[in-house]
């Protein structure tokens, strides 16, 4: 139903910024809400944050809330996450993901997912 695909990551100092972006593609973008979330080795995926259709509502991880923002232009049909002041334990490939609600949810509730991209960030 929807396609997203991520790009943007790469290998970055601690303390440096990244922006990722998602493309949509599939069933109509505008009107699904998005999110980020993360995978390190060996750890569980975790949210990092999420928008609603607008952008009107924007969740965050504590761990990452300050540095990161979320962003969408749904006539691009392109969600972002700027990452700023990135750490190590931000290292994790990023996974953006999509679902059939116009609300944003922390959970991973979310039934459209991209492949993932790798940021990684040395200390």
């Known amino acids: 139903q929807v396609q997203l695909v991520e790009s943007g990551g790469g290998l970055v100092q601690a303390g440096g910024s990244l922006r990722l972006s998602c493309a949509a593609s599939?069933?109509?973008?505008?009107?699904?809400?998005m999110g980020w979330f993360r995978q390190a080795p060996g750890k569980e995926r975790e949210f990092v944050t999420a928008?609603?259709?607008?952008?009107?509502?924007?969740y965050y991880a504590d761990s990452v809330k300050g540095r990161f923002t979320i962003s969408r232009d749904n006539a691009k049909n392109t969600v972002y996450l700027q990452m700023n002041s990135l750490k190590p334990e931000d290292t994790a490939v990023y996974y953006c993901?999509?679902?059939?609600?116009?609300?944003?949810?922390?959970?991973?509730?979310?039934?459209?997912w991209g492949q993932g991209t790798q940021v990684t960030v040395s200390s």
């Open positions: 599939g069933r109509t973008f505008s009107r699904n809400a």
């Open positions: 928008i609603d259709w607008n952008g009107s509502i924007i």
């Open positions: 993901a999509a679902r059939d609600s116009s609300y944003a949810v922390r959970s991973n509730n979310y039934g459209y």
